[in-house]
């Protein structure tokens, strides 16, 4: 069965610090996998969209790494802002082009 | 903002009711995306239209159905609403079917179904 799984469920850090959101998945055949923030009440909006190639990238303070043999993925944020508060949602597409399979997220909390 | 409008933002339903929700895709997007995020949860996928066609559906049941008219604005019916069916609907407009490509979302329409 397709199934995403993120951890930790949530997660509270001070303005400033660094974290590392996880990503593990069972869907294939695999295409490409998205890191997803969506703030309370509104739409999900990307943040990076990654191939089976690509195993970086970047977007500001944003890094996701995707490690295809594992079938892992990580979310690393730097220098953490408070709007930076969210919940953040990985999500595995897979190759028959259709199957969009999201993870139940991981809510971040950063306190001044 | 992603430019994808939907309507209306909030609405309540009565068990066994049918209810509409629309969408506006971005200007320049042909490719439609339905989805219902329960509380708490990850959205699950519905169903996707592609230039007026179903391109793709998720595992829920045939009362929940859609439209894509010919400007790409697109239509989510669902018929014989039950409890469990309030959630989030998110639409999401991209300007390919192909899924490497960036999806926009709207900013959603609560349903609530007592």
């Known amino acids: 069965k397709n199934q995403v799984e993120q951890s930790p469920q949530s997660l509270i850090i001070l303005e400033g610090k660094n974290c590392t959101l996880q990503?593990?998945?069972?869907?294939?055949?695999?295409?490409?996998l998205r890191w997803y923030k969506q703030d309370t009440g509104r739409g999900p909006v990307s943040l990076t969209i990654?191939?089976?190639?690509?195993n970086t990238k970047s977007n500001g303070r944003y890094t996701a790494t995707l490690d295809a043999d594992t079938k892992q993925s990580s979310l690393h944020i730097t220098a953490s802002q408070l709007s930076d508060s969210a919940s953040y949602i990985c999500?595995?597409?897979?190759?028959?082009?259709?199957?969009?399979?999201f993870g139940p997220g991981t809510r971040l909390s950063v306190l001044p | 903002e992603t430019g994808v409008t939907q309507s209306p933002t909030h609405l309540i339903k009565t068990r066994g009711q049918q209810v509409t929700l629309r969408c506006s895709s971005q200007?320049?997007?042909?490719?439609v995306s339905w989805y219902q995020q329960a509380l708490g949860q990850g959205p699950q996928f519905i169903f996707q239209?592609?230039?007026?066609?179903?391109?793709g559906r998720g595992n829920f049941p045939p009362r929940f159905s859609g439209l894509q008219f010919p400007n790409y604005s697109s239509e989510l019916n669902v018929n014989a609403l039950e409890l469990d069916d309030s959630a989030l609907y998110l639409c999401?407009?991209?300007?390919?079917?192909?899924?490497?490509?960036?999806?926009?979302f709207g900013p959603g329409t609560r349903l609530t179904v007592t």
């Open positions: 200007s320049g997007h042909n490719t």
């Open positions: 999401a407009s991209s300007p390919s079917e192909r899924t490497t490509y960036e999806q926009y």
């Open positions: 990654m191939t089976f190639s690509e």
């Open positions: 239209y592609y230039r007026e066609e179903e391109n």
């Open positions: 990503c593990n998945y069972t869907v294939s055949p695999f295409s490409n």
């Open positions: 999500v595995v597409i897979d190759n028959y082009g259709q199957n969009f399979v």
